[in-house]
């Protein structure tokens, strides 16, 4: 993604100076010639307390624990550079591991990787299930809510968690949101002489002494009930808590259309209100990331409580108003105003922090609203049209169309920069 750091090929070195070893529960058994070497020769080692303590016979140069924050342990490694280093790492360094950090900041052709089985590969193969069937999950220092859109009936789904804690919180969530009678194996210390396996149901968990190292398998059941959050969008209001400031379903499914997320972007959603286009964004595909722009303190809460339930707890959420309110933040890929675009700036704001070549899709209810969307279209261009919704509903004894609030949508896209000779 666009904020990550890339190696500077200035700092290369002619050949590779830093190894990253995976090393799992069986320690120096578990690896070949080549790793150990690297660990014997290494001037420093670096890695958390029980990779050093695993790999410690083998180790002859300096240890050196991470340090808090990490940032700080990468520039350590960096300042080592051009010195063997060593550098351990649970399993697959580059499966949500150490390796894709590091990649950040170092050329590849600088180091040698030793990968071993990643943590999930383990439990596929104890378990006997197909990895690549399977949903792969890391809840490593991360929100437990993240799992919330891979529960579908059927599912599996292996959970890395951070700690003993990690099998409870994640049995309490699936059994609140209606997937108690899913089934969930603790697998704990895998490759080691600690390894154990266990096998519970989500809404009877009772496991009270799980072992830090953890991954929980689940195999996704679902009442009727239970809140099942669909690929495509356009999900039920009803799953949002909303006061009735939200876009409905019909018109967001169109709406997310229109915006036409693209790996890795980022969307200002402007007048938030229950946060459902931000939301709905972000479940397109983890890469994406949105800010909800909310004025009212009392939305604002409730569009961070409804990204938690929806399993996107990365939505960033700014109080306060356009347009000053954009201001200062990272440039959008695309825009949405559902609220105030008829305020004063908003709409020059939001146009102005847009990416050349970024969509901007605005929708209106008001005549006020509709009135600017009319005018920008005539100076602009871009596509208008109106979104006319009618529902059965009773008349009497029998049934009638109502019709709602028809919908004026504007969607632009911002011509890209031209290059001058």
Do not use: Y
Not at 127 to 156: E, K, N
Not at 172 to 177: D, H, T
């Amino acid at each position: 993604m666009r904020f990550l750091s890339t190696p500077d090929p200035t700092l290369s070195t002619a050949a590779p100076w830093l190894s990253i070893v995976g090393i799992g529960e069986d320690g120096l058994a578990g690896l070949g010639d080549e790793a150990k070497a690297a660990i014997s020769a290494a001037t420093v080692v670096f890695g958390g307390a029980r990779h050093l303590e695993l790999a410690g016979s083998a180790i002859r140069g300096a240890r050196q624990g991470w340090l808090s924050p990490f940032e700080r342990s990468v520039e350590a490694v960096l300042a080592a550079r051009g010195r063997p280093v060593v550098v351990l790492a649970s399993g697959d360094p580059f499966f949500f591991g150490v390796g894709v950090t590091l990649s950040r900041r170092i050329a590849r052709a600088e180091m040698r990787v030793f990968p071993a089985p990643s943590a999930f590969c383990l439990a596929a193969s104890r378990l006997g299930w197909a990895l690549q069937d399977t949903a792969c999950v890391s809840l490593h220092g991360r929100p437990v809510d993240l799992i919330r859109p891979q529960l579908h009936p059927g599912a599996r789904i292996l959970a890395l968690t951070s700690d003993s804690d990690g099998p409870a919180a994640l049995a309490a969530l699936l059994a609140e949101s209606g997937f108690g009678e899913s089934r969930l194996a603790v697998l704990e210390a895998l490759g080691g002489t600690r390894e154990r396996v266990s096998h519970h149901t989500a809404g009877q968990f009772a496991l009270a002494d799980a072992d830090m190292l953890n991954v929980c398998a689940v195999e996704v059941a679902a009442a009727h009930d239970a809140r099942i959050l669909a690929f495509t969008p356009g999900l039920d209001d009803a799953l949002f808590e909303h006061d009735g400031q939200i876009t409905k379903h019909e018109i967001r499914a169109l709406t997310l259309s229109a915006l036409a997320p693209r790996r890795g972007e980022l969307l200002w959603d402007i007048g938030a209100g229950s946060g459902s286009i931000g939301i709905e964004w972000m479940l397109a595909d983890p890469s994406l990331s949105a800010i909800a722009i909310e004025g009212h303190p009392e939305r604002a809460g409730r569009i961070r409580r409804n990204a938690g339930k929806f399993g996107v707890p990365g939505l960033a959420v700014v109080e306060g108003t356009a347009p000053d309110a954009l201001a200062g933040l990272a440039a959008p890929d695309a825009v949405f105003i559902g609220g105030g675009g008829s305020e004063a700036g908003v709409m020059d704001a939001a146009m102005a922090g847009l990416r050349p070549g970024g969509r901007l899709v605005a929708n209106a209810v008001t005549t006020e609203m509709e009135a600017v969307l009319l005018a920008h279209h005539a100076r602009l261009g871009g596509a208008l049209i109106r979104i006319d919704i009618a529902r059965a509903s009773p008349v009497g004894q029998m049934t009638g169309w109502r019709p709602a609030m028809p919908v004026t949508q504007w969607r632009w896209v911002k011509p890209a920069e031209q290059v001058e000779d």
